[in-house]
């Protein structure tokens, strides 16, 4: 090679090395605290939440990416029996955790074995055992056919398949790890400061790719306004759920732009009545006092006034993308049949209803409920919780009345009925035919049979009006100038940003 072609070779090259160190801090404004119980995988929700970490701090074997649901990961491949008693996954070489050891099929089986988030009963009850092939393959043995078992496992429905590093959780204890957790995902964790923010530094060896951006900053303001006052004045980059008037704001305000997080939503809302509904003594108890309220409310008229109508009128708990949803009929908005329902039901002049609890990120939605409620005679008073308190009181069963209960896990229509529909879970109760239903459909191999009965489950509920839908929610964001790819809606049913590692700032 000449002297030239050496001089070439080093001015084409060097850009390129420099261009492929992160740089530059990306922040956004949260409009909930990040709750230390959300960055430990092994305390999964069953919601969309803890995903906003997760992404960023953690790895799963496989998970939903850009254009697929079931991506490789931390597993190159996997593959399943023909008798469907067995699944095996190749581990990826060469991964490392963010304080240096290298990942194997040791921390699978320990993160699984860990777990105990929403559905772990069901995990545990459907796996015979997880034996460890060689350092970079594990086998999952069932007890029983399970044609959902990836959807469970391989899919953020649950937090199982996002890897832990075994040793320093064993090394360190559960309380220390969730305070300031080490995961193999593209950013590493510098700081914490509870309901304050969060920061996360690019962690240069990911497998997929370097991160493009140095730090990610996480502030936690729980305020609408002071979300978008901070992203017209550049504090933040994204501010995350503006709506109604100040998503209208973000549109006609230069250089900001108004993003809708996903293609689809998978974020369900309704309004679940507790125990009250399966308390003879309540008026909840009564199928027609729940059927007034649901045709109390104003679904399109909500979604127009709080999401610019991006909100899709729901008719069902279960997101209407989703496999194996059913298509439940609209519910129409019938206050003069409610006042009638109500009437019948020994409650002409209305009752007073109690609580209702709401995550007070949610309020506004609230608000709105609970004035159509009032409007047919449903006396109810709004009681907001901070996200992270609202989803325990909810789980440990502490909330009574009505409380405005929401779902936006991914998976499909048998994790969302898992989790909200059958006995146990976070639903305050079930019908035996349900749960019935629920336990066929986990050993039935046949995919139109399987249909069939989470078809019928669907129904059964929605004809006993075991709840009240609102809306499939659309998230608006407003995101600021300085923001090439802010990662919003590149996963399908996925409401944050992400990946992480393909972030872009604006060239200055």
Known sequence: MTILALILAVILVAPASAASEPEGQMTWAVH????????????????????????????????????????????????????????????RRGV???????????????SFERYRGSAAKLLRDGVASVEIVDPYRIRFRLKRPWPDFLTFYATPATGAAWIVPKKHV?????????????????????????????????????????????????????DESTRLAMLKRGEVDVAHALRGALAEEVRRT????????????????????????????SPWHDRRVRLAASLAIDRQA????????????????????FEFAWPAPPIAYD?????????????????????????????????????????????????????????AQWRDKKVKNLIQAANGALGNAATRIERD?????????????????????????DRKKREALLHQIQKIAYERVMFVPIWE????????????????GLIDFHPFSAPYEDLRLRKP
């Not at 490789?72 to 023909?82: D, F, G, K, V």
């Not at 490392?96 to 320990?110: L, R, Y």
């Not at 689809?264 to 679940?272: A, I």
Request: proline share 8%; glycine share 8%.
């Open 32 to 91: 909930f605290t990040i709750a230390p119980i959300w960055l430990d995988p092994a305390e999964h929700t069953g919601t969309i939440t803890p995903l906003l970490p997760y992404y960023a701090l953690h790895d799963a074997l496989v998970k939903p990416m850009p254009g697929k649901a079931m991506a490789p990961s931390l597993a190159e491949s996997w593959s399943a029996s023909r008798d469907g008693l067995t699944y095996e996954f190749v581990l």
């Open 335 to 391: 206050p003069e049949r409610a006042r009638k329902l109500l009437a019948e039901a020994g409650y002409p002049n209305g009752f007073d209803a109690g609580d209702y609890t709401c995550d007070s990120s949610f309020s506004d939605l609230a608000e709105a409920v609970v004035n159509y409620l009032k409007a047919v005679g449903i006396r109810t008073r709004m009681r907001p919780l901070e996200r992270a308190a609202f989803f």
């Open 96 to 110: 490392k955790f963010h304080n240096g050891d290298v990942m194997t099929a040791e921390d699978v089986k320990f």
């Open 170 to 222: 064993e090394k360190v204890g559960d309380d220390a790890y969730r305070r300031a957790p080490i995961g193999a995902g593209p950013y590493r964790l510098v700081s914490m400061n509870p309901g304050v923010e969060m920061v996360l530094e690019a962690n240069e060896a990911y497998w997929r790719k370097t991160p493009t951006v140095k730090r990610l900053v996480f502030r936690m303001v729980p």
């Open 302 to 321: 909500i979604s127009q006034a709080e999401t610019l109508g991006f909100s899709k009128v729901s008719a069902s708990v279960i997101p209407s993308a």
């Open 421 to 445: 529909l059958i006995s146990g879970g976070y639903s305050f109760g079930s019908y035996p035919e349900i749960d019935d239903l629920f336990q066929q459909q986990t050993r039935e191999p």
């Open 254 to 281: 230069p250089g900001l732009k108004l993003a809708v997080a996903a293609r689809v939503s998978p974020g369900t809302f309704w309004v679940s009545f507790t125990s009250e509904q399966w308390d003879p003594k």
């Open 473 to 488: 929610f659309a998230q608006l964001h407003g995101v600021g100038p300085r923001v090439e790819e802010p990662g919003l």
